[in-house]
């Protein structure tokens, strides 16, 4: 592994006041691959850019995937991640998808380890904080052409993160998209590819405008069943019993969701993935039997949801307030990152 560190180091933020994927650390990690030749040896360098021809496939097909994940310095100075494999791991399942080479698992959680170490400067301690890792490939061959590129970069950055919500644990405000659609069945809707993410943009868009954060995204096919909203996976309490759609090919498989619905399991809870209406989500708003609503994902980690909208009308959901499910998950799952609880599943890998 090559590591060339930057003559000039940046000035940290005040991490008191973050926000969210604002601040770069002063290094990144970098490998290039060649199909002659295959990946080529791990780099960690200055932050900069990239030299990327105006004929790079990359910026005419899209072919990009990429990850997200938390490093975290817990009690004594510890630092760790969160469940890392399991970002390679479904790294490799969009790389294999969009017919990208596949990562040695074992080497880039080296690099990225490596890496973190040397920023570890930049991992805020404070409540609410933590440092965003964004593992990335791309094609960059230089041909006009509509094929699989020959030649890849994957790429490591990072940043020191706090809410990615303005409004922190407040209760969000998401809209029910019923003419758009993100991802069909068959397509690449449960891989974390860029495209996916520039076809939920005009949606979100209408939805910033109309005073809503998020968008909750329906079936391709028959705008019927609830699928997942922009950045993060969607869970609905009923009854008591929670409720998530399940993966059909087009929702992408959260790790956050994971955890969830193993903590959920593990402590008693009832929970049911299967798909869900529209039509049963706003019934079991005006009988008074949808208790809660709240997302996953990395970025939010858990994020409760106060008010839906469908067709011009809003519902407020538990009178705006995070509910009792939403509460606990939500402390058991940051207690388990940085620390305050037991690792029980074996998801934490230190770093330090």
């Known amino acids: 592994m090559k590591i060339t560190k930057a003559q000039t180091l940046k000035q940290k933020p005040d991490f008191s006041k973050l926000g969210f994927g604002k601040y770069l650390t002063d290094h990144m990690a970098v490998i290039y691959y060649d199909a002659d030749f295959g990946w080529g040896e791990p780099q960690i360098v200055p932050y900069g850019r990239f030299d990327i021809n105006p004929a790079s496939c990359v910026l005419h097909y899209g072919q ?4 997200g994940l938390k490093a975290y310095k817990c009690a004594e100075g510890k630092i760790t991640m969160f469940r890392p494999r399991d970002n390679f791991k479904r790294m490799n399942s969009s790389a294999r998808r969009l017919c990208m080479p596949e990562l040695d698992i074992e080497r880039a959680l080296s690099l990225l380890k490596e890496l973190v170490l040397l920023e570890q400067d930049w991992i805020p301690s404070l409540p609410n904080t933590s440092l965003y890792i964004r593992p990335f490939m791309f094609a960059n061959e230089d041909f006009l052409g509509v094929q699989p590129s020959k030649k890849y970069i994957f790429s490591i950055i990072m940043s020191p993160v706090g809410s990615y919500y303005a409004g922190g644990l407040a209760p969000t405000k998401i809209m029910i998209e019923d003419e758009y659609t993100r991802a069909a069945d068959g397509g ?20 910033k405008k109309l005073g809503f954060e998020q968008v909750l995204w329906l079936d391709a096919a028959q705008k019927k069943y609830a ?26 498989p959260g790790i956050t969701r994971d955890s969830a619905l193993k903590l959920l399991r593990r402590y008693g809870y009832k929970v049911e993935e299967r798909r869900i209406s529209v039509d049963e989500i706003i019934s079991a708003q005006k009988d008074g039997s949808l208790n809660e609503i709240f997302g996953t994902g990395t970025a939010a980690v858990v994020s409760s949801v ?47």
């Open 306 to 352: 106060g008010t839906v909208a469908y067709k011009g009308e809003s519902f407020i959901i538990n009178g705006n307030k995070m509910g009792k499910i939403t509460e606990w998950l939500y402390d058991r799952l940051t207690g388990i990152q940085t620390g305050f609880y037991p690792d029980e599943f074996e998801w934490i890998e230190s770093v330090k």
């Open 64 to 67: 990009g995937i990429f990850e």
């Open 227 to 252: 699928e997942e909203v922009g950045s993060m996976n969607i869970f609905f309490v009923i009854d008591g019993i929670v409720v998530t759609p399940a993966l059909t090919g087009s929702i992408l």
């Open 188 to 207: 690449t809707g449960e891989v974390k590819c860029m495209g996916n993410y520039a076809a939920s943009l005009y949606g979100a868009e209408k939805a």
